[in-house]
């Protein structure tokens, strides 16, 4: 790989690393080295990188800030790009905010409630990067990116820029035209609605303060660690299956909220993949449901 790196890093302009170690790129603080990590700065850096290791036959993964992703202990073979510190910037016009991918959500958030705009408190607390919560239709406490977004640049398979609206990117629970079509988000624009500064900041400190009452949110974790079932709740299921607590080296189902497995300080990447499988198994053993993970696995698991 390091021919590859070297080729890249005269060809490009974004920071390009050799061997870097991805317990430093996600929240469980968990996995091993990526072979190739990219933090892309610019598009046309980025549609190199995808021509280059197609050409190449390299693999690759798409990350933003690597909140909701848990990677193998053996590291990456391959390339990991990077959409999130080098491609974080929102513009706001009236009620329309315009954010770049990498952009987390709470920045976006944030902006929102300086500009006196509302709609978007919901989403104040959630730690990804707007590119990744467009991909997932994130949401929190009844709000959804689905919501409030008018409409998103993405980058097509065949390495076009397309501006998709709001009804062409198809959002549904957790996924949306994106996820299922494997586009990557470039940026997207927000519409919101003028409102009252106090009342914005009353509701995110209240949806903060919930936040810490009922989320683990002083350990490592990758958010809700399941999808919600049809008719069900994850954090029940598993709560009820007698696993609130349950441990697998330092990886530990939280004792706050059942839906979140989080690392306790020693946890590998190994741990926290064999606490899901074991959460999987024993929910459907006891209720016959399938509970799906929400964290993207990246590297060899099995």
């Not at 390091?2 to 870097?20: A, H, P, Q």
């Not at 990590?37 to 980025?46: C, E, G, T």
């Not at 009452?213 to 994850?234: I, N």
Request: glycine share 10%.
């Amino acid at each position: 790989m390091t021919e590859i790196v070297k080729f890249l890093r005269e060809n490009i302009k974004s920071e390009v690393l050799e061997n870097e170690p991805m317990k430093n790129h996600t929240s469980f603080k968990v996995g091993g080295e990526a072979d190739i990590f990219i933090n892309i700065s610019n598009v046309d850096d980025l549609v190199f990188c995808l021509k280059t290791f197609k050409e190449k036959n390299i693999p690759f993964y798409i990350i933003g800030n690597g909140c909701n992703t848990l990677v193998s202990d053996e590291g990456v073979r391959g390339a990991v790009i990077c959409i999130y510190s080098e491609m974080n910037k929102v513009t706001v016009d009236g009620c329309i905010l315009e954010a770049l991918a990498g952009t987390p959500m709470t920045t976006i958030a944030l902006l929102a409630k300086n500009e006196c705009l509302t709609g978007f408190e919901f989403a104040s607390g959630i730690p990804g990067t707007i590119g990744g919560g467009l991909a997932m239709n994130a949401g929190a406490y009844g709000g959804e990116l689905k919501d409030v977004v008018l409409s998103a640049k993405v980058l097509d398979n065949d390495y076009n820029i397309i501006e998709l609206s709001n009804e062409e990117l198809k959002f549904d629970y957790r996924k949306s035209i994106i996820s299922e079509k494997k586009y990557i988000v470039l940026s997207t624009k927000i519409k919101l609605e003028k409102g009252n500064f106090d009342y914005i900041d009353g509701k995110m400190k209240e949806l903060s303060q919930k936040r810490r009452e009922k989320q683990p949110l002083e350990f490592p974790s990758a958010g809700s660690t399941f999808k919600r079932p049809v008719g069900y709740f994850a954090g029940k299921l598993i709560q009820d299956s007698g696993l609130k607590g349950c441990s697998v080296g330092g990886a530990c189902v939280s004792e706050k909220h059942s839906g979140f497995i989080i690392n306790k300080g020693n946890a590998t990447a190994s741990d926290i993949y064999k606490l899901i499988k074991h959460c999987q198994k024993e929910v459907y053993n006891n209720f016959n449901v399938n509970i799906e993970t929400e964290v993207k696995l990246i590297g060899d698991f099995e």
